[in-house]
T-cell receptor, first 113, second 115 residues
Framework: EDQVTQSPEALRLQEGESSSLNCSYT??????LFWYRQDPGKGPEFLFT???AGEEKEKERLKATLTKKESFLHITAPKPEDSATYLC??????????????FGQGTELSVKP | DGGITQSPKYLFRKEGQNVTLSCEQN?????MYWYRQDPGQGLRLIYY???????QKGDIAEGYSVSREKKESFPLTVTSAQKNPTAFYLC??????????????FGPGTRLTVL
């Protein structure tokens, strides 16, 4: 069964304290792995797509990496405005349900000044 | 401005009523999706449509219905048959799910509460 698990469920950091969020997945062939940011009461905002093991992408203080079993979202020197829930999703490749995404439950990040 | 709009932002429903959530996009995307988000759970796919006048059930379609009469619009009806409809509903669209680099973009969401 295709599955995505994110850890930790919640993470509290001090401003400037770097850390990583984990996304572990099992999928019947990976077409792509997606990271989104979601603020309270709003829709998810697209951050990155990773397609193959070893791939890395960066955007400001965020860096996403991918292995064959998991992805990490590294946050370097976070600021309070980085506080949000970060969602990970995978898209299976061995069947195509119209581009279906399978989501993890998210990691709620809180950065205190 | 290009984007996805959902209305209303908040919706209250009495038990036994059907309600319709609106989703419109002006991105010229072929595919549109409806997801449901519950606290502590990942987003779950309700219905999706890859082309006008065609749509497919997702993982949790029971108690919901959709239509796709125009490329820009993909309304979702929550029927009285849906046992637990209180949730945050998210609409998304993508250019072409047949493309390996396809990305789904989300609207702002509608929060439905059953009274």
């Amino acid at each position: 069964e295709d599955q995505v698990t994110q850890s930790p469920e919640a993470l509290r950091l001090q401003e400037g304290e770097s850390s990583s969020l984990n996304c572990s997945y099992t999928v019947s062939g990976l077409r792509g792995l997606f990271w989104y940011r979601q603020d309270p009461g709003k829709g998810p905002e697209f951050l990155f797509t990773l397609y193959s093991a070893g791939e890395e992408k960066e955007k400001e203080r965020l860096k996403a990496t991918l292995t064959k079993k998991e992805s990490f979202l590294h946050i370097t020197a976070p600021k309070p405005e980085d506080s949000a829930t970060y969602l990970c999703a995978v898209q299976p490749s061995l069947y195509n349900q119209g581009g279906k995404l399978i989501f993890g439950q998210g990691t709620e990040l809180s950065v205190k000044p | 401005d290009g984007g996805i709009t959902q209305s209303p932002k908040y919706l209250f429903r009495k038990e036994g009523q059907n309600v319709t959530l609106s989703c419109e996009q002006n991105l010229n995307h072929d595919a549109m999706y409806w997801y449901r988000q519950d606290p502590g759970q990942g987003l779950r796919l309700i219905y999706y449509s890859q082309i006008v006048n065609d749509f497919q059930k997702g993982d949790i379609a029971e108690g919901y219905s959709v239509s796709r009469e125009k490329k820009e619009s993909f309304p979702l009806t929550v029927t009285s048959a849906q046992k637990n409809p209180t949730a945050f509903y998210l609409c998304a669209s993508s250019i072409d799910p047949g493309m390996s680099t396809d990305t789904q973009y989300f609207g702002p969401g509608t929060r439905l509460t059953v009274l």
